[in-house]
């Protein structure tokens, strides 16, 4: 049984930075890609960031510049340093693991970014 624990999230004045942290405890087929998606209210869940096995990262138009994505595999943990917040970036955030055989969610955390 794979468990993924979120956290790190918050309420955060606009421009300010926050940064969320996974980590997976369990035994997962290999690891293809861990990355980040986020909801907000009455929205469609949508990526903001991954990171491939390999390294290869891809961000959503929206954060480039301003979040990054980093992992480590040995620890099985990805985080999200998020800068430069804005209000549109508030949402759930979700932990988001993928292994050969299925993919695997986080719980979510609540990010605010509100003056």
């Known amino acids: 049984q794979v468990q993924l624990a979120e956290s790190g999230g918050g309420l955060v004045q606009p421009g300010g930075s926050l940064r969320l942290s996974c980590a997976a405890a369990?035994?997962?087929?290999?690891?293809?890609?861990m990355g980040w998606y986020r909801q907000a209210p009455r929205k469609e869940r949508e990526l903001v960031a991954l990171?491939?096995?390999?390294?290869?990262?891809n961000y959503a138009d929206s954060v480039k510049g301003r979040f990054t994505i980093s992992r480590d595999s040995a620890k099985s943990t990805v985080s999200l340093q998020m800068n430069s917040l804005k209000p549109e970036d508030t949402a759930v955030y979700y932990c988001h693991f993928r292994d050969w055989t299925r993919d695997y969610w986080g719980q979510g955390t609540q990010v605010t970014v509100s003056s």
């Open positions: 990171i491939t096995g390999g390294g290869i990262t």
């Open positions: 369990g035994r997962m087929n290999g690891i293809v890609a």
